[in-house]
C-alpha cells in the first residue's frame, strides 16, 4: 500500500496550529462574553442617570410631606400644605413607576426585589395618609413608615 509521508515540517505545523486556533476561538467567546456585559453595563448606567431625577424629585417630596404630617400629627389638626405635599408625592410617584420597571428589565434578577420592596413600602402610603388624618396612627409611627419610604 501507499501512504504519503507527512513531513516534519507539517506536523510541527499542525501541533503548533491546533492549540492556537483553539486559543483563538476561546479569545473570540470571551471577547463576546465581555462586549455583552459592557453593553448591558452602559444600558444600565444611562437608564440609572435618566432615574436619578425622579429619584430624588420623589426623595424630597415624601420628605416634605413627612415633615407636614409631622407637623399635622402633633397638632391634631390638618395642614393645608399637606394636600399640596401630597400630590406632589403622588406625581413623583407616578414619573418614577416605568422608570423603576425600565431597570428592572434591564436587570431582572437584582432590582426586581428591590422593586418589589418599593411596591411592598409604597402600597402602605395610602393606609398611613388615612391613619394620619384619622389620628389613629401616632406620630412615630408615621414617622417610622416615611423614613422606610425614603429608604427604599
Not at 505545523?13 to 462574553?33: D, K, M
Not at 459592557?38 to 442617570?49: K, S, T, V
Not at 426623595?59 to 393645608?80: G, I
Not at 403622588?90 to 420597571?101: K, N, Q, S
Amino acid at each position: 500500500m501507499f501512504r504519503p509521508r507527512i513531513g516534519i515540517r507539517t506536523r510541527v505545523v499542525a501541533v503548533a496550529a491546533i492549540p492556537c486556533v483553539s486559543l483563538l476561538l476561546v479569545a473570540v467567546g470571551a471577547a463576546g462574553h465581555f462586549l455583552q456585559t459592557g453593553q448591558h453595563a452602559r444600558d444600565w448606567a444611562a437608564q440609572n442617570g435618566r432615574a436619578l431625577e425622579p429619584v430624588v424629585t420623589m426623595v424630597e417630596a415624601m420628605q416634605q410631606e413627612r415633615q407636614l404630617t409631622m407637623v399635622a400629627a402633633q397638632r391634631a389638626q390638618p395642614v393645608p400644605a399637606l394636600a399640596a405635599a401630597r400630590e406632589h408625592v403622588d406625581h413623583a410617584l407616578a414619573d418614577l413607576t416605568p422608570m423603576g420597571e425600565a431597570l428592572a428589565t434591564i436587570d431582572p434578577t437584582g432590582f426586581r426585589d428591590v422593586l418589589a420592596n418599593s411596591v411592598t413600602v409604597l402600597a402602605k402610603l395610602p393606609a398611613t395618609r388615612s391613619g394620619v388624618d384619622a389620628g389613629t396612627l401616632s406620630a412615630d409611627d408615621a414617622y417610622d413608615y416615611y423614613n422606610r419610604a425614603v429608604e427604599v
